[in-house]
């Protein structure tokens, strides 16, 4: 129901990767003519790992090769986000998580005077598992701060999840492996900086330390149906549900990761 075209951002790491000394300078966007994710700070560059026998991109929250913590960012994508409908999805692996939040995307202010960020909520409970949370900052007039919503804890340490973020209308709905966790309101703020987009850079937490597979993004609407088969590539391709290190290939891999509710499951 969508082409490739229609999308603002599609990138995997199985491909389109550009690295300097074994480090991501470039992360190419597989959307026809769109803007490529960069890094040209050299002790900012993340690293490569695997998940399930394939390239992912290592983002080490400043505790590995610098004292700049690892991002990719680009400047115009994903401008005046939430004008409209939205659809913003990623495949991401967490790292043993401190107790602190952590900064998994931000989008810079620019000429505007709000920005928002998604984050990943700190392991409070002590059980590898976190949640996410979508913020909007605004700091004119007066500093504030919106809380579009809190998940509860849908992610796990070192098991791989795609997490989905879907605006329809004024209504904001959170998908993980394919599951609706969270549906929220987005009636009271528009997502409307149009700074820079940086993936793992700090906005107020800690950086992300973890590994992100596939970032996949759109400014419009997101059929459901499209959505689904998005989540059927996702499970088969990078084992959703299982540790990173763990390769399976074929029909076993992600399989039975998906809610049943989905059409292409297993297929």
């Given at each position: 129901k969508l082409r490739l075209r229609s999308f603002d951002g599609w990138?995997?790491?199985?491909?389109?990767?550009?690295?300097?000394?074994?480090?991501?300078?470039?992360?190419?966007?597989?959307?026809?003519?769109?803007?490529?994710?960069?890094?040209?700070t050299a002790n900012a560059r993340?690293?490569?790992?695997?998940?399930?026998?394939?390239?992912a991109i290592d983002f080490?929250?400043?505790?590995?090769?610098?004292?700049?913590?690892?991002?990719?960012?680009?400047?115009?994508?994903?401008d005046d986000i939430g004008t409209g409908d939205f659809y913003v999805g990623m495949v991401i692996n967490c790292d043993p998580m401190p107790f602190s939040t952590q900064t998994l995307i931000t989008k810079a202010s620019g000429t505007g005077n709000s920005q928002w960020q998604f984050l990943i909520q700190g392991d409070?409970?002590?059980?590898?598992?976190?949640?996410?949370?979508?913020?909007?900052i605004q700091s004119s007039p007066s500093l504030s701060v919106t809380t579009f919503f809190t998940t509860g804890e849908?992610?796990?340490?070192?098991?791989?999840?795609?997490?989905?973020?879907?605006?329809?209308?004024?209504?904001?709905?959170v998908f993980s492996n394919g599951t609706l966790v969270t549906t929220a309101s987005a009636q009271s703020k528009d997502f409307d900086a149009d700074g820079d987009l940086k993936i793992s850079?700090?906005?107020?937490?800690?950086?992300?330390?973890?590994?992100?597979?596939?970032?996949?993004?759109?400014?419009?609407e997101m059929p459901?149906?499209?959505?689904?088969?998005?989540?059927?590539?996702?499970?088969?391709?990078?084992n959703l549900g299982d540790a990173r290190a763990t390769s399976k290939r074929g029909r076993a891999?992600?399989?039975?990761?998906?809610s049943v509710d989905n059409r292409f499951r297993n297929k």
């Open positions: 990138f995997t790491a199985t491909r389109g990767i550009t690295t300097v000394s074994n480090v991501v300078s470039v992360w190419a966007n597989m959307v026809p003519n769109g803007a490529n994710l960069t890094q040209s993340p690293a490569l790992t695997t998940v399930n026998g394939k390239t080490d929250g400043a505790t590995g090769r610098g004292a700049a913590s690892d991002f990719v960012t680009e400047g115009d994508m994903l409070s409970a002590g059980d590898d598992e976190v949640g996410l949370q979508l913020q909007h849908i992610l796990f340490v070192d098991k791989t999840t795609f997490i989905e973020l879907v605006k329809t209308g004024d209504t904001l709905k850079q700090t906005g107020g937490s800690s950086p992300f330390d973890g590994v992100l597979c596939e970032f996949i993004c759109k400014k419009g459901d149906e499209t959505r689904q088969v998005i989540e059927a590539l996702m499970a088969e391709k990078w891999s992600g399989f039975n990761s998906l």
